[in-house]
């Protein structure tokens, strides 16, 4: 268009000159000045319709790029989906269409499993390409009304309409998404495959938007993916309930760290021949002020899941060694440590300082460590162990025969002592299965001159049959339930040459 404008100006100029010669043959200066100001007038006229043109243009483009930053800020850039802000955009305009058809609106939460695996083995551009494949997939499965969107590097949604209460319709869709998800896909040659996990939601949109149907299909996704569920889950009140007491007891945790509301309770280890007492276990305890005693099944797994285990377990064995370190100098502490501790390459560190401070002798220190979680990394374990050792603390395996350790490693890692855990002890009067894995277990101990305590003796019976096995020490209620230091130390107190089985169980 400014080519023409500017065409057309120069064709006015020519024009204007010839009329200009011709006016000073036909009208004088007169008529020359007049067609002067004609030709300003066009002039001025053929540069604003440029400029408005020029005006036009820049419009025409800004809105192009405005829309491309809009369709930019609202989709995936790998799967070309929508992003977590275009899902909630179109939310809105899902929500009034099924909201003027009576109709309801379902929800599908999706997490891959062991997708950073593809990122690790094969490069970023091969997890691309496996996104694409899989969002490719989800848009052909779900319904052509649906909104399908890429919320985070491994998370997708969809969102789309059912029959007013037709949750079965939602649940067999996430179905066919989680099998479509879940098959091996050819990526530049490969063929790889991911597993799933898939939560729902549905509900009527008048009462429920978008965002809180999103929220509730995370919940049911959590789950899934806490029990390892293949097949999808479906939100239930029950879940959110679960949930507010989730954020409850975190916050809980986190105000009785401040205010030093975690105290240690002192389980007894004894001689089984002799019931005299040889150490106590330390549990820990939450004082509420509202609920009295709170047990750590409770408690711990969520101050596990939110990086509070460590300062929580520091808290606990710090007021357990300055209790302790006024006891009987043959009485040994033993104290649990986390997965997520035993991963710190400081943990022995941190363990010196608690017993400086406390004055508690480290060889009178046994940490316990759990079968499972020891052998997730088997060079961690060795290193700490090693420096746990170096310090002259000594090292348990708890809940030997419940993970997955052989006995090379066993027989390659420092252990003073191995526990047999008490889901064995429970049925060993009852169950054959369970006598001979307590029994296989304290003449492997026996072998490798490793003392056993058994954990979960509850009754003389058991008591009586661990003894008959060969079996040491032990620990259960049978000789004392869980108690404070003070019980703790009336007890060490009170031991005499009668049985402890006795007085403890009057004492409890």
Not at 75 to 95: M, Q
Not at 222 to 244: I, K, N, T
Not at 327 to 339: A, F, Q
Not at 363 to 390: C, G, Q, W
Request: charged share 25%; net charge negative.
């Amino acid at each position: 268009m400014s080519v023409i404008l500017i065409g057309a100006t120069l064709l006015l100029i020519l024009n204007g000159t010839n009329f200009l010669a011709s006016a000073e043959r036909w009208a004088g200066e007169s008529a020359k000045l007049n067609l002067i100001m004609v030709m300003l007038n066009v002039a001025l006229i053929i540069a604003g319709l440029r400029r408005l043109a020029d005006i036009q243009h820049d419009n025409e483009r800004r809105v192009e790029a405005e829309r491309r930053a809009a369709e930019l800020a609202s989709s995936d850039v790998v799967t070309r989906l929508a992003n977590r802000k275009g899902l909630a955009d179109r939310g809105l305009e899902l929500r009034q269409e099924l909201d003027e058809a009576e109709r309801w609106m379902a929800v599908i939460s999706i997490q891959l499993h062991r997708f950073k695996a593809i990122n690790d083995r094969h490069g970023y551009e091969t997890g691309d390409g496996m996104l694409r494949r899989i969002a490719a997939a989800i848009t052909e499965i779900a319904p052509k009304d649906a909104i399908a969107a890429r919320l985070n590097g491994d998370e997708f949604a969809v969102a789309f309409g059912i029959k007013a209460g037709d949750s079965g319709t939602a649940e067999q869709m996430a179905t066919d998404l989680l099998r479509r998800v879940t098959s091996p896909f050819d990526i530049n040659g490969k063929m790889l495959q991911v597993g799933a996990y898939a939560g729902i939601a549905v509900g009527d949109p008048k009462e429920s938007p978008l965002p809180d149907l999103l929220r509730r299909a995370d919940i049911a996704l959590d789950r899934a993916r806490s029990g390892r569920s293949a097949r999808p889950v479906s939100f239930d009140q029950g879940m959110e309930r679960a949930l507010l007491a989730h954020v409850e007891i975190e916050q809980g945790i986190r105000y009785a760290l401040e205010h030093q509301q975690f105290l240690p309770f002192f389980e007894p280890q004894v001689d089984l021949a002799t019931g005299n007492i040889i150490g106590f276990e330390v549990l820990a305890r939450w004082n509420h002020p509202l609920s009295g005693i709170i047990l750590p099944e409770v408690f711990i797994p969520v101050a596990e899941e939110h990086g509070l285990i460590s300062r929580l377990s520091e808290q606990v064995i710090a007021v357990a060694l300055q209790s302790a370190s006024k006891w009987d100098s043959n009485l040994s502490i033993s104290v649990n440590i986390s997965p997520s501790q035993l991963a710190d390459p400081w943990l022995a560190q941190r363990l010196m300082r608690l017993l400086a401070e406390s004055g508690f002798p480290a060889e009178r220190l046994i940490v316990e460590i759990t079968e499972s979680s020891l052998f997730a990394d088997l060079e961690l374990a060795r290193s700490i162990t090693a420096s746990l050792k170096n310090q002259g603390i000594r090292l348990a395996l708890d809940d030997f025969g419940t993970g997955f350790s052989s006995l090379a490693h066993l027989r390659s890692l420092p252990f003073d002592v191995i526990k047999i855990d008490r889901s064995f002890t429970s049925s060993v009067t009852t169950n054959a299965e369970c006598a001979a894995i307590v029994r296989a277990v304290t003449d492997l101990a026996h072998a490798i001159k490793v003392p056993v305590i058994v954990e979960g003796i509850e009754d003389a019976p058991t008591h009586t049959t661990v003894l008959g096995y060969g079996c040491a020490l032990g620990q259960g209620w049978y000789f004392g339930k869980p108690m404070t230091a003070s019980q703790a130390e009336q007890l060490i107190e009170r031991e005499a040459p009668a049985a402890l089985p006795d007085r403890a169980r009057r004492a409890n």
